[in-house]
């Protein structure tokens, strides 16, 4: 307990709506999707409820309490380390049996808990009938029901943990087979005086004998040989009991008491196939799923441009016109230009970036609650092998689409560091949101839309490229996938307006105000000349090599910033309007411009998530494998439009 | 659907009694974990993801190009990718009268 706020955790396997039920709680905080694996870190909010303050934490899902990956880690940290006053163990109702060998996991642990048989609404969709008060009985804490996404029950819970706090019950642990308790009780009376005992020395012997060749043995092995010995000689005693090692007998133990009250408290009454299961038999087949992909990423492309294009020359007129009574009104005073930045500035959000930000949030919140991410990891899993990857990194790929850091975030799923890297460093090539809208105002809006699609293409065919020569670099031994496939659920509208809602919020407090602090600025430095100084330093790059007019090399500065910023600041720096820009360059300096700017360098928020993630190094890798990257492939297009 | 294309060595029934591994397996057949094999991590992780020796698990799919394979806890109710690598390390024998 720390200054007398009580704190609560909420753990449970991945995906069974920790996060969901965490933001219905505490306000949208959490990221959440229908992966398992979405939350990497923890995320802590007070909460007041009845004039009380409560701390609650939200934490990564885990299969079990001997984690595996690096975010699952986090879970044993916060339980060992910051003690919490209770634990709120989330359960996918629809997986009841599964997930309660991670309950009968937590119960040893002894410490006051609630369980949550989150989901009711799938669990009835797919036929089981929960005996609630039986599930109580049987575990001996209290049992809430929730959804998460409808916010039902969670007052219920509320009051819960309320009275929970105040009654401190502390549960105790399952009991095993006899043979198996017998040598349990053993190791707890031959522990060690000074043997850390966490939690208790029931649950610190059990984890002793689970902890055959993990981290737990060598140090049990270089503290105290004689306990070693005795250690050895129960686990193969377990392990005689089934022909297993003794960390399997004893998951087996918890994995058919799991059973037996799932047995116990449930009725499974025979649930008809849904159109749902059908869509899914579908989209995961082994021929029609490729193109359902190829579809649906083609579709999401159309949607986002023929919502966005219509919208965007609607809401660039008024801009345009605020624009050129500026310049009647002031000429071409210091003022006037100021002004005409932040109009600039301001509109170009507005009208350039909001109708494609949108509805690009909008369908990626729609796959990932559907539950199509773990889906093109399975479908893709064959491919990424091929580039020295595998099916696991795809969520981030398709996350990047989004932005950036969040997909580099993500990477901490990944069980080896080679893997993370090579996607870490894959990701910035990802054209997300910022760049789709650059794809989409420019070229789209301007070319035509095949041509943005083919420029996509073209796009992930560099990525793949890339991957390559990564594969080369960083010696390939990537594990196997193993991955949970979550059931397709009916995105809720709720949770995707949170999380468009989330990111706009994002969006206007941080990267608008750069990009219109950058705008006005570069009307200011234009207006004392000074970006002739920037253009002439760059002019080698931006002339000689791209073939590009000399005054886009200001652009570029910013674009690190924003990748957006490059695009508006595009206009000011040629002094030309949306509709004259093809009035001044060509059809290949425009082709070239955005591949560069799409490709040079990852933004400031992308660099700096590297740095934190994965360090100087990587990070310092990323940016010249963009650079190179970004100037062969400019420099081939200007190379092939000139043959034509 | 569509009629699967499984390689024809591979579509023959699993022998009653006959233990091979997840690659092996006609499609959709209801089959009994006999064994898990391979590294103790993989077992474990295994292990934690609900996937026990005794448990009935199904075949549902298999991704082209040598892709993962689908697989089916019917005693749990869970569904998993595996690689084929990983798919290959569980054994698994015909679940002898279940239906
Ligand atoms: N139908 C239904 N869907 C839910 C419910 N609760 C959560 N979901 C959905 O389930 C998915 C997973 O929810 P999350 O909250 O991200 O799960 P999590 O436990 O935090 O997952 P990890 O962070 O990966 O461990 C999301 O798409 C939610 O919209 C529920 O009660 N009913
Ligand atoms: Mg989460």
Redesign the interface.
């Known amino acids: 307990m720390n200054d007398g706020v009580p704190v609560i955790v909420f753990i449970g396997q991945p995906n069974c709506g920790k996060s969901t039920l965490f933001n219905s709680i505490a306000g949208y905080k959490a990221q959440t999707s229908n992966f398992p694996g979405t939350t990497v870190t923890h995320v802590h909010s007070e909460v007041l409820w009845k004039g009380e303050i409560y701390s609650i934490v939200d934490l990564p899902g885990t ?2 309490l ?1 984690p ?1 990956e690096p975010q699952e880690k986090v879970v044993l940290t916060h339980i060992f380390k910051e003690k919490p006053d209770l634990i709120v163990n989330v359960i996918d109702a ?2 009841l ?2 997930s309660l ?1 991670l309950t009968l996991e937590l119960l040893e642990l002894e410490y006051p808990m609630i369980v949550v048989l989150n989901m009711m609404d799938l669990a009835r969709k ?1 036929g089981i009938v929960i005996n609630v008060e039986e599930v109580e009985r049987k575990l001996g804490v209290p049992v809430v029901k929730t959804v998460a996404t409808r916010g039902f029950g969670t007052d219920n819970l509320m009051a819960t943990i309320e009275k929970a706090l105040k009654l401190k019950i502390r549960p105790t642990g399952p009991h095993y087979s006899r043979e198996v308790e017998k040598r349990i009780a053993e190791v707890m009376d031959i522990l060690p005086e000074d043997f850390p005992v966490v939690a208790n020395k029931r649950f610190t012997a059990i984890k002793a004998i689970e902890g ?2 993990l981290a737990v043995d060598k140090f049990i092995s270089e503290h105290n040989l004689a306990f070693k010995r005795e250690l050895d000689r129960r686990r193969q005693e377990i392990s005689a009991l089934r022909d ?2 003794a ?2 007998v004893i ?2 133990e918890r ?1 058919h008491l799991a ?1 037996k009250i799932f047995e116990d408290c449930c009725r499974v009454t025979r649930p008809k196939i849904s159109a749902i299961d059908k869509l899914d ?2 989209i ?7 193109f359902f992909l190829l579809l649906i990423f083609a579709g999401m492309f159309y949607l986002i441009f023929k919502v966005g294009s219509p919208l965007e020359s609607w809401l660039l007129q008024p801009w345009e016109t605020i624009k050129s009574t500026i310049e009647n009104q002031f000429g071409h005073s210091l003022l006037a230009e100021l002004l005409i930045g932040l109009v600039q500035g301001i509109g170009g959000g507005i009208a350039i970036v909001f109708p494609y930000f949108i509805p690009l949030l909008f369908l990626m919140g729609f796959l990932e609650d559907a539950g199509y991410l ?1 889906r093109a ?3 893709l ?3 990424m092998h ?1 580039l020295g990857l ?2 696991k990194s795809v969520p981030m790929f398709i996350l990047g689409f989004g932005c950036n850091v969040p997909a580099i975030m993500a990477t901490r799923i990944l069980e080896s560091r080679r893997d993370r890297i090579v996607t870490a460093l894959l990701i910035p090539f990802v054209p997300c949101a910022a760049r789709t809208t650059i794809i989409l105002a420019l070229i789209a809006f301007l070319l035509g839309p095949w041509w943005a699609l083919g420029f996509y293409f073209f796009n992930f065919f560099v990525i793949a490229i890339l991957a390559l020569i990564l594969k080369r670099w960083f010696k390939y031994d990537s ?7 979550p ?1 397709l659920k009916v995105p809720s509208l709720k949770s995707i307006w949170q999380k468009i809602y989330f990111n706009l919020k994002e969006f206007v407090s941080f990267a608008w105000p750069i990009l219109i602090a950058g705008s006005v600025l570069l009307s200011f430095l234009s207006y004392l000349r000074f970006d002739r100084v920037i253009n002439a330093v760059l002019s080698p790059l931006v002339t000689g090599l791209l073939g590009l007019p000399q005054s886009l090399g200001v652009t570029l500065i910013f674009g690190f910033l924003r990748k957006e910023l490059s695009l508006l600041m595009m206009f000011q720096a040629l002094g030309v309007g949306y509709g004259q820009l093809m009035a001044v360059i060509t059809k290949t300096q425009l082709l070239t411009f955005v591949t560069f700017v799409t490709f040079f360098i990852p933004c400031l928020s992308t660099l700096s998530i590297l740095w934190k993630e994965l360090g100087k190094k990587v990070a310092i890798m990323s940016v010249a494998l963009n650079l190179s990257a970004a100037v062969v492939v400019s420099w081939l297009i200007r190379l092939v439009s000139s043959l034509f | ?2 009629g699967k294309k499984n390689n024809n060595q591979r579509i023959d029934p699993v022998p009653p009694g006959g233990l091979c591994s997840l690659t092996e397996v006609p499609e959709g057949e209801v089959l009994k974990i006999v064994e898990i094999r391979g590294s ?2 993989l ?8 996937f ?3 448990d009935l698990v199904t075949l ?9 394979v ?1 697989v089916k ?1 019917l ?12 798919a290959q390390k569980i054994m698994v024998e015909v679940a002898a009268g279940d239906e």
């Open positions: 299969y079990s001997s595996h629809s997986l049996s599964r060998e797919k055959e060749m297993a090692p960390y399997e998951s087996a994995h059973l038999n579908l995961m087949d082994p021929v029609l799923g490729y773990a990891s399975f479908l899993d064959a491919f091929r595998h099916g594990p196997g996938l193993i991955l949970e496939i059931s | 659907m569509f103790q991590g077992h474990r992780r295994l292990l934690a993801l609900g026990h020796p005794g549902e799919n298999e991704a082209l190009m040598n892709g993962p689908l806890n005693t749990m109710g869970s569904r998993v990718a595996l690689g084929r690598g990983i």
